[in-house]
């Protein structure tokens, strides 16, 4: 089971932050702009990142 534990934004209203809890460990997402585009990175054990993947993209979904 995953679950989202906290959801940040920044003053625009844009994703800044977003830890995510897996079985395999704590996921922290951050969320940048490049360039004029927005990327994540995230922090955490590998397996654990790959887990959270598809919660990343559904809250990128929902608050873009």
């Given amino acids: 089971m995953k679950r989202i534990s906290s959801i940040v934004f920044d003053k625009h209203e ?7 809890i897996t079985p395999l460990g704590t996921i922290k997402v951050e969320w940048r702009e490049v360039a004029g585009d927005r ?6 054990e590998l ?4 887990l959270a993947v598809p ?3 559904r809250i990128e ?3 873009s």
């Fill in 14 to 20: 844009r994703l800044k932050r977003a830890t995510i």
């Fill in 39 to 44: 990327y994540w990175t995230s922090s955490g």
């Fill in 47 to 50: 397996a654990a990142r790959l």
């Fill in 55 to 57: 919660v990343i993209k």
């Fill in 61 to 63: 979904r929902l608050f």
